[in-house]
Nanobody
Framework: QVQLVESGGGLVQPGGSLRLSCAAS????????IAWFRQAPGKEREGISS????????YYADSVRGRFTISRDNAKNTVYLQMNSLKPEDTAVYYC??????????????????WGQGTQVTVSS
């Protein structure tokens, strides 16, 4: 059974850091591109970062480039999102997802078949 489980969200002050984890089961992450999306209240779900299958090419949305880093630990079958210099506008529910359509960049949410349940990130003083 394919499953993605996010963890690591929480409340952090502006300028702080968090590391999100996306643990996969039922399939091997190495063979799939994985992305992080986020959705703030009243907004569309936004793709913010992805890591390609096999060669670990990474992609970032302009809103997070230079502050967030995506990585993968094949031994743990887990993808991470290190988030630094967090801003109040980063507040959202963060989801990881498995991509089933090959292609560059992050792609559309419709190119992903399995999603985690989401983890809340709140950036506030």
């Amino acid at each position: 059974q394919v499953q993605l489980v996010e963890s690591g969200g929480g409340l952090v002050q502006p300028g702080g850091s968090l590391r999100l984890s996306c643990a996969a089961s039922g399939f091997t992450l190495y063979y799939n591109a994985i992305a992080w999306f986020r959705q703030a209240p009243g907004k569309e779900r936004e793709g913010i970062s992805s890591i390609s299958r096999r060669d670990d090419t990474t992609y970032y949305a302009d809103s997070v480039r230079g502050r967030f880093t995506i990585s993968r630990d094949n031994a743990k079958n887990t993808v991470y999102l290190q988030m630094n210099s967090l801003k109040p506008e980063d507040t959202a529910v963060y989801y990881c997802a498995r991509r089933v359509v090959s292609g560059p960049g992050i792609g559309s949410r419709y190119e992903y078949d399995y999603w985690g349940q989401g983890t809340q990130v709140t950036v506030s003083s």
